[in-house]
């Protein structure tokens, strides 16, 4: 997984209010596929955290797979980068938007 390397490039959405994150995969200098994801709010439920002195709001988020096309030999290792990410942004539920079983792809 250390020699594919993602750019993340986020982008905002005013249709649908949501969070799009465009992603690239390589190894080496060349290109081996890209990836898009949408983001969004999980039934508008807000939890509020205390954390010294200060009141928070943390919404929970789920995120879409819309697009993943990367060479063949490399799915399984850039779709693990891919969820790993999504994962330290903590989405807390990962859905595909295409016919895509997540499960082959875990660590």
């Known amino acids: 997984m250390k020699s594919i390397s993602m750019k993340v490039n986020p982008l905002y959405s005013d249709m649908d209010t949501s969070i799009q994150f465009h992603f690239e995969f390589s190894k080496g200098d060349c ?22 002195g200060i009141t928070m709001a943390k919404q929970e988020k789920c995120a879409v797979i819309d697009h993943f096309e990367v060479v063949d030999d490399l799915t399984k290792p850039c779709m693990n980068k891919l969820q790993h ?13 295409f016919d895509l079983t997540l499960n082959q792809y875990s660590e």
């Open 31 to 52: 290109k081996v596929g890209e990836a898009m994801v949408s983001t969004y709010a999980i039934n508008s439920s807000v939890t509020y955290l205390k954390s010294q």
């Open 85 to 97: 990410f999504l994962r330290i942004i903590d989405m807390k539920e990962i859905h595909s938007g």
